[in-house]
């Protein structure tokens, strides 16, 4: 067990809000950087709802530095990443930003760290709230404290069965580049080769919500009548690298369905790889 200790006292302790203003231009531009094919997206009029870690992205990694030491940040990777829609986002919207680490949870092989964040609009309605899940590879705190991610896990046996839909999207050889300048998330492991191969890495990789953002689209197209405002809930899991010039596909298999929303598990592959697992997806009916 390292000697570096997680600090829990930051549990509970919301940041300072960030603002961020929505504009048509940037949800354009968002959903180029993702090769999103939705016309409503592309044309600026409502936001790919994974466009929603922008507004928050400021307030992503703050909280953490309130529990995890500085000496472990090298260690951290995004794990999960879950959205609760409330509603879409729209050009025009004045958002507010904040988040808190709710808990962590201790494994064999390192520390899960949950982070609660919440987007507000102007009038301090909820827009979105997100649940990502930090995980401290190799780092095991030997305790669990405080809230644990929800759960969202595919069920292994509809592997076996045929899908309800199939989605399909190629990464760009300039994807990193265009997905950095649209999200504003400047990681050098996605641009910089050198860089990438300093950390292990064969190369550059993609950014994990922009893979995410694919699968989101092509799920929405497929069963969601392309429509975002339908959407309730979005998971996934971060499980294989992705990387410029692949091809992903996304099988997708109805799990429930009650009056009001049909509930769907899918997974993300390039070939035979998962690269996004548990993924969930709740909407409207």
Same mark, same amino acid.
């Given at each position: 067990?390292?000697?570096?200790?997680?600090?829990?006292?930051?549990?509970?302790?919301?940041?300072?809000?960030?603002?961020?203003?929505?504009?048509?231009?940037?949800?354009?531009?968002?959903?180029?950087?993702?090769?999103?094919?939705?016309?409503?997206?592309?044309?600026?009029?409502?936001?790919?709802?994974?466009?929603?870690?922008?507004?928050?992205?400021?307030?992503?990694?703050?909280?953490?530095?309130?529990?995890?030491?500085?000496?472990?940040?090298?260690?951290?990777?995004?794990?999960? *990443?879950?959205?609760?829609?409330?509603?879409?986002?729209?050009?025009?919207?004045?958002?507010?930003?904040?988040?808190?680490?709710?808990?962590?949870?201790?494994?064999?092989?390192?520390?899960?760290?949950?982070?609660?964040?919440?987007?507000?609009?102007?009038?301090?309605?909820?827009?979105?709230?997100?649940?990502?899940?930090?995980?401290?590879?190799?780092?095991?705190?030997?305790?669990?404290?405080?809230?644990?991610?929800?759960?969202?896990?595919?069920?292994?046996?509809?592997?076996?069965?045929?899908? &309800?839909?199939?989605?399909?999207?190629?990464?760009?050889?300039?994807?990193?580049?265009?997905?950095?300048?649209?999200?504003?998330?400047?990681?050098?492991?996605?641009?910089?080769? *050198?860089?990438?191969?300093?950390?292990?890495?064969?190369?550059?990789?993609?950014?994990?919500?922009?893979?995410?953002?694919?699968?989101?689209?092509?799920?929405?197209?497929?069963?969601?009548?392309?429509?975002?405002?339908?959407?309730?809930?979005?998971?996934?899991?971060?499980?294989?690298?992705?990387?410029?010039?692949?091809?992903?596909?996304?099988?997708?298999? *109805?799990?429930? *369905?009650?009056?009001?929303?049909? &509930?769907?598990?899918?997974? &993300?592959?390039?070939?035979?790889?998962?690269?996004?697992?548990?993924?969930?997806?709740?909407?409207?009916?």
């Amino acid at each position: 067990m390292s000697e570096l200790r997680f600090d829990d006292a930051g549990i509970g302790v919301w940041t300072e809000p960030t603002k961020f203003e929505v504009t048509s231009e940037r949800i354009a531009a968002y959903a180029e950087a993702t090769n999103d094919p939705i016309f409503a997206h592309r044309g600026g009029v409502i936001a790919n709802p994974v466009f929603a870690i922008v507004p928050v992205f400021e307030s992503l990694l703050e909280p953490v530095i309130e529990v995890v030491p500085t000496g472990l940040f090298g260690l951290v990777v995004h794990g999960e *990443q879950e959205f609760i829609f409330h509603r879409a986002i729209r050009p025009g919207d004045l958002l507010t930003a904040r988040g808190r680490v709710v808990g962590y949870e201790s494994l064999p092989n390192g520390t899960r760290v949950i982070v609660h964040l919440e987007c507000r609009d102007e009038h301090d309605a909820l827009v979105n709230e997100q649940i990502v899940t930090c995980f401290v590879r190799g780092h095991v705190e030997g305790r669990s404290v405080g809230e644990k991610a929800p759960d969202h896990k595919l069920d292994p046996a509809l592997r076996e069965t045929e899908p &309800t839909a199939v989605a399909h999207a190629h990464v760009d050889d300039d994807q990193t580049f265009r997905y950095s300048e649209a999200s504003g998330d400047p990681m050098p492991i996605h641009l910089d080769e *050198q860089v990438a191969k300093d950390s292990g890495l064969p190369g550059i990789i993609a950014h994990g919500l922009c893979s995410m953002a694919m699968a989101a689209w092509g799920v929405l197209e497929q069963v969601g009548d392309s429509d975002t405002t339908k959407l309730r809930r979005l998971a996934i899991r971060f499980s294989k690298m992705v990387f410029p010039g692949e091809d992903l596909t996304t099988r997708i298999w *109805q799990t429930a *369905q009650d009056a009001d929303s049909t &509930t769907y598990a899918f997974e &993300t592959y390039v070939g035979d790889k998962v690269v996004l697992t548990d993924g969930l997806a709740e909407i409207a009916r």
